[in-house]
């Protein structure tokens, strides 16, 4: 990557490189805008961020995958427009920075990311974290601060009403374990895997044109919801308050908060279940959680659907689930790791013969949050 750098901008004297880690999240989903419990778990599929200072006072933004450049006027972040491209990541991330009263730097950069776009994984988060480390250039942050920093830019600038968990866990990852988050307290605690599992992610290869709008509708209709319940967020209600409410609610805004407030309580049970080795309840809650998706939450699609139940066909599944927004992206399996060869194989054949599409497949090996790298030599080849 250094090398790549110097080609492109005629020397990398000063170079840096930031990694921030793309996501899969194990259970909790469409929890976090409404402050409940999500469980995700850092990748190793992350975004890599090169950088070094300009002496012309212009911010330079190369992306290796897009094989694009963009120069910006570092000095006039702040009169930015959205363009609805991707550099809406990297200049909502700068005006956040420079809205501390951190003045942005003249600097080259170099994108190189592993974790694929619109999957799901959190491709944008993990733009926005490595993007937020590199401008700081090193400059002392606390990590919460940093995750806030990032869930706002894209709140602000890129105009998505996002929860906190994408920015949260690539910040916070641990290796070999997922973290539950409290999406109120904002505070977190590691949960370790059982022995004798693993997790893969098997990419759909589509997203639905939905997905901004339906992510919308449903922050909305949640809200609805606690109007009707006279609650500050569906974190403040119960499955039976929920159902006791029920009169109170159009039938879709009940729909919805019944999913949220039976997710949370899956988070809780599948940690629990995890905590006890429990492998068969934690498959079950990924399927109970998924149905909840797809039949209340109604943020599934039929690609999904075939993956998570074909999935569960195959020996040594145990378990299933849409994982991230919806309308495309991943699915996430549990399974005993000796039957991952041939998951992998059978899953890819029945899908493409369905849909007419190879998905790629990922391992989700659970790795560290983001921060500065050390040893070049531990960056990926370009993608
Ligand atoms: C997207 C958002 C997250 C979260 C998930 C659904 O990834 O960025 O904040 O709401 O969808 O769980």
């Known amino acids: 990557m250094i090398d790549s750098f110097r080609q492109r901008y005629g020397s990398a004297d000063g170079v840096r490189v930031f990694r921030a880690p793309g996501r899969t999240n194990l259970i909790g989903e469409h929890t976090d805008y409404n402050l409940g419990f999500v469980l995700p778990v850092a990748l190793q599929l992350a975004t890599y961020i090169a950088i070094a200072p300009s002496s012309d006072g212009k911010l330079r933004v190369a992306s290796e995958h897009r094989g694009e450049v963009r120069e910006f006027d570092a000095a006039a972040i702040a009169s930015l427009a959205p363009e609805r491209a991707w550099t809406d990541?990297?200049?909502?991330?700068?005006?956040?920075?420079?809205?501390?009263?951190?003045?942005?730097p003249g600097a080259n950069l170099l994108i190189r990311s592993t974790v694929p776009e619109g999957s799901g994984l959190s491709s944008s988060a993990a733009l926005e974290?490595?993007?937020?480390?590199?401008?700081?250039?090193?400059?002392?942050?606390?990590?919460?601060?940093?995750?806030?920093?990032?869930?706002r830019a894209e709140r602000n600038f890129v105009g998505m009403p996002c929860g906190i968990?994408?920015?949260?866990?690539?910040?916070?990852?641990?290796?070999?374990?997922?973290?539950?988050?409290?999406?109120r307290?904002?505070?977190?605690?590691?949960?370790?895997?059982p022995d004798g599992i693993t997790f893969i992610a098997v990419n759909t290869m589509v997203k639905h044109e939905?997905?901004?709008?339906?992510?919308?509708?449903?922050?909305?209709?949640?809200?609805?919801?606690?109007s009707a319940l006279g609650v500050e967020s569906l974190r403040d209600a119960t499955p039976a308050q929920v159902e006791a409410g029920a009169a109170k609610m159009d039938p879709v805004v009940l729909r919805r908060a019944r999913h949220v407030v039976t997710e949370d309580d899956r988070v809780n049970r599948f940690v629990d279940a995890s905590t006890r080795g429990d492998l068969p309840a934690m498959g079950h809650l990924m399927v109970e959680s998924h149905r909840s998706l797809q039949h209340d939450y109604e943020v599934s699609c039929a690609e999904l659907d075939f993956l998570v139940d074909r999935a569960l066909a195959i020996d040594?599944?145990?378990?299933?689930?849409?994982?991230?927004?919806?309308?495309?992206g991943c699915t996430v399996t549990m399974l005993r790791p000796e039957a991952a060869p041939t998951f992998r194989a059978?899953?890819?054949?029945?899908?493409?013969?369905?849909?007419?599409?190879?998905?790629?497949?990922?391992?989700?090996?659970?790795?560290?949050?983001?921060?500065?790298?050390?040893?070049?030599?531990t960056i990926p080849a370009a993608v």
């Open 89 to 104: 990541y990297v200049i909502g991330v700068a005006r956040e920075i420079a809205a501390l009263g951190h003045p942005i």
């Open 129 to 151: 974290v490595s993007t937020a480390l590199a401008l700081l250039g090193g400059r002392a942050i606390e990590p919460l601060e940093l995750a806030r920093l990032c869930q």
């Open 165 to 183: 968990m994408d920015q949260y866990i690539s910040v916070f990852g641990r290796p070999h374990a997922a973290v539950e988050i409290d999406c």
């Open 185 to 193: 307290s904002l505070g977190n605690r590691t949960v370790k895997l």
């Open 210 to 226: 939905l997905s901004g709008s339906a992510y919308r509708d449903r922050v909305a209709e949640c809200a609805a919801a606690c």
């Open 316 to 328: 040594g599944v145990i378990g299933s689930r849409m994982t991230g927004g919806g309308f495309g």
């Open 346 to 377: 059978e899953i890819a054949r029945v899908y493409e013969a369905e849909f007419h599409l190879a998905p790629a497949i990922y391992d989700c090996v659970p790795s560290a949050g983001a921060g500065e790298v050390q040893n070049f030599e």
